[in-house]
């Protein structure tokens, strides 16, 4: 064979994102090393699959838009094959592809696949952090078999398990006037400087909260990096709302900060997993959802505090 699977998975992620920074990001691997990969198919192809836009990304060429649908349909084909041998054997075994909300993954993520791979040593689990967009699209493409994620405007093919609900808490600086609250309204919090995590459907999310409740929020500030908003929050920049509470009561810089829940039963995220509908599900997806419904329960999350009574 003159390519490998790894070029194909970065040939169509830069088919399909238009950039090869952003096939990286999605591959958690380098630019030049993308970039590599592509000349390396197209040299083995005698093919070109790109036109290169100096600073503005690539378009496939019409022999690459012929080429990507091939790519992708080989890809689903040989991820059904792993998936079936696999499933041959009675022993739960092989890679799982695991996606994980990218504001979950530091939290739940590594204690949960540590307890499944101890009680499962012949498991790999490959590990991906995305956000919500981009973990649906991993599921539709075979990418990963199964998502631990939040019911955020899911499909009619994505199927959601869910496990616990995870309510929102406004997040503080220690020294904030409403720290020491037992609970908060949002009417309270809507003229303060909001810090929002600007990520695609969870900022839909944070802003229907306020909509619901008939306010809008003085959006100061917005980042996609959970632990810069909590910093920035530690040092005072303003407020967030947020659903996953880590076991610290700090930021990274040391600096401390309060999670106050919200009042009036303001709309919780479902915390669960998701999976392709109508996928014959493996013997290893099927412990390794047995295993989550085991650790994810409403006494409990892995890796987060356990919930006041």
Known sequence: MRFSFRQLEYFVAAGESGSVTRAAQGSHSSQPTVSAAIAKLEASLGVQLFVRHHAQGLSLTPEGRRFLGEAKALLRHASDVERFATALTDEVGGTLDLGCLVTLAPLVAPSLVRGFQSANPRVQVELVEWHQDGLLERLRTGLSSVAL?????????VDFEPMTQLPPHALLAAGHRLALRKSIALSELAREPHILLDLPLSREYFMQLFGDAGLEPDVAMRSEHPETIRTL????????????????????????????????DPRPMRLGLAAMRGIRETRTVHAFKQHCRDSITPAGVPGMPQPQE
């Open 149 to 157: 994620t939040y019911d955020l405007q899911l499909p009619a093919d």
């Open 233 to 264: 929050v530690a040092n005072g920049f303003g407020y967030a709302i947020v659903n996953a509470l880590p076991r610290t009561d700090t930021a990274l810089d040391g600096s401390p900060v309060v999670a106050v829940p919200l009042r009036g």
